[in-house]
């Protein structure tokens, strides 16, 4: 059964829709990928990076369509939406590059690897997670995250179209505890690539350990501070404290969560914080005048308002 995809800043904009794989598709996909494991990592390395040079220079011959989609599914600004797609660019000539001075070549492939991406980065991220296993000589079980699936489709189709067999890249779009789940414990999978939280990534470390010495990368969760002595320029202190703390709407590993601030500069700081983020526009990113979009979805909102009010519960002054 198809299911609708819609935006996270006007949810009756229908976007588009996927097809959910199921575990028969997940046994066919691996089986697949171990089929194609001995022919990848027996190409050359100088024709697998020649396709992510190709894929590079796919994604910003795309760049429009895929910023629009950015916008679109993931509420990206579009600041943040063409800063992606560069960053997926020049992961795939990252990579290719490697890949011609030999660092990678001569390395033995682990074989299929499963690589789970998040929402925040939903092509970046991904992107990179896939290049870096394929040019390693990996076929790679691509299971994105269950927001962004249109992006990474899209991701994939260029791969696709840049030279990388279909059987070396498969994208399995469905539930993360059902299908990444799956992956993770199916004795055929070599390896796992994971960015998302901490919880997640425990199971995944408790699921591959129970199998043996497979291979885990993990990039989690984070609580990132700020540090601001009577040295610093209050207004650029703002100016950085507003990059961090709100682009992306703060989803992102490295969004700014406290602020420490000297008490000598801290009634000045905070009053100019007070006056830039009331200056700050929300609403849909398909507007160039919007500097916050939306966050992911209605879960992601159950937990803020959740937390806002614990915050004023405890009589902490809440700015929105």
């Known amino acids: 059964v198809r299911v609708e995809v819609r935006s996270p800043a006007r949810t009756e904009e229908l976007i588009g829709h996927y097809l959910p794989a199921s575990r028969a598709d997940v046994d066919a996909a691996v089986a697949a990928a171990v089929s194609a494991a001995p022919g990848w990592a027996a190409t050359p390395a100088a024709a697998r990076a020649l396709c992510l040079d190709r894929a590079a220079m796919a994604l910003e011959a795309q760049s429009h369509a895929l910023v629009a989609l950015l916008v679109r599914e993931a509420g990206k600004t579009f600041a943040a939406g063409l800063d992606e797609v560069r960053e997926a660019a020049?992961?795939?000539?990252?990579?290719?590059?490697r890949?011609?001075?030999?660092?990678?070549?001569?390395?033995?492939?682990?074989?299929?690897?499963?690589?789970?991406?998040?929402?925040?980065?939903?092509?970046?991220?991904?992107?990179?997670?896939?290049?870096?296993?394929?040019?390693?000589?990996?076929p790679v079980l691509a299971k994105p995250a269950a927001q962004t699936y249109l992006i990474a489709d899209r991701a994939v189709?260029?791969?696709?179209?840049?030279?990388?067999?279909?059987?070396?890249?498969?994208?399995?779009?469905?539930?993360?505890?059902?299908?990444?789940?799956?992956?993770?414990?199916?004795?055929?999978?070599?390896?796992?690539?994971?960015?998302?939280?901490?919880?997640?990534?425990?199971?995944?470390?408790?699921?591959?350990?129970?199998?043996?010495?497979?291979?885990?990368?993990?990039?989690?969760?984070?609580?990132?501070?700020?540090?601001?002595?009577?040295?610093?320029?209050?207004e650029q202190v703002v100016a950085d404290v507003l990059a961090s703390a709100f682009d992306s709407a703060g989803q992102r590993c490295s969004?700014?969560?406290?602020?420490?601030?000297?008490?000598?500069?801290?009634?000045?700081v905070l009053e100019l914080l007070d006056g830039a983020m009331a200056e700050l526009r929300l609403g849909p990113t398909d507007d160039f005048a919007v500097d916050i979009g939306p966050v992911i979805d209605h879960p992601a909102r159950l937990q803020l308002d959740a937390y806002v009010d614990a915050m004023r519960g405890n009589r902490h002054r809440v700015l929105t």
């Not at 020049?90 to 590059?97: G, I, L, M, N, Q």
């Not at 390395?107 to 991220?125: D, H, K």
């Not at 960015?195 to 129970?210: P, Q, Y």
């Not at 969004?255 to 000045?268: G, K, P, T, Y």
């Open 255 to 268: 969004a700014l969560r406290l602020l420490c601030v000297q008490d000598e500069i801290a009634e000045r």
């Open 99 to 138: 890949l011609r001075a030999g660092d990678i070549d001569g390395a033995t492939p682990l074989g299929p690897v499963a690589a789970i991406s998040p929402w925040n980065f939903p092509l970046a991220i991904f992107v990179g997670q896939v290049v870096a296993a394929l040019a390693a000589g990996n």
């Open 157 to 234: 189709s260029l791969l696709h179209e840049a030279g990388i067999p279909r059987n070396v890249l498969q994208c399995l779009p469905g539930p993360g505890g059902t299908l990444g789940g799956a992956l993770v414990a199916d004795p055929r999978v070599a390896g796992v690539l994971f960015t998302g939280s901490t919880e997640v990534a425990t199971l995944i470390h408790r699921c591959l350990a129970a199998r043996g010495d497979i291979p885990l990368i993990a990039e989690t969760g984070g609580l990132n501070a700020m540090i601001v002595d009577s040295t610093a320029l209050p």
């Open 90 to 97: 020049d992961f795939c000539r990252y990579y290719a590059a």
